[in-house]
């Protein structure tokens, strides 16, 4: 998918993240493993790309890989994620990215759990969790 919904400028993307933030989503960084916030987090909801609030992945789909960053086995399907091939720092990784904003969200493995069996291994500086509304009394 090439054709994106959202496009700034690099100064537009600036005011609206954090300088890690915009490393992390604009530039292809990647925060500590282990040091991010959703990396251990299970409240159920919606991950959401900080760039441009699109809908991604889902608490549901979220599992423990032990490599220190958020997993999901899945996205939420209809092309909100891209893939790409990664080449960068002597490896061959596939590059995850919003397909609304081209934000950088991680790498895809194919060490994941079923039914995919693939880990989608996000930062989590690239989303914001919108938790589920409370239905209880």
Known sequence: MTDRNVTRTEAEWRALLSP???HVLREAGTE???SGEYWRTKTPGTYLCKGCQTPLFRSETKF?????WPSFYDDLGN??????VDNTHGM?????VCSNCGGHLGHVFPDGPK????RHCVNSAS???KPDEDSSP
């Open 79 to 84: 092309g909100v994620v891209e893939r790409r």
């Open 115 to 118: 039914p995919t069996g693939e």
């Open 32 to 34: 500590r493993a282990f």
């Open 20 to 22: 890690f933030d915009f």
């Open 64 to 68: 423990s890989s032990g490599c220190g």
């Open 92 to 96: 061959r990784r596939v590059e995850i």
């Open 127 to 129: 989303v914001v969790l």
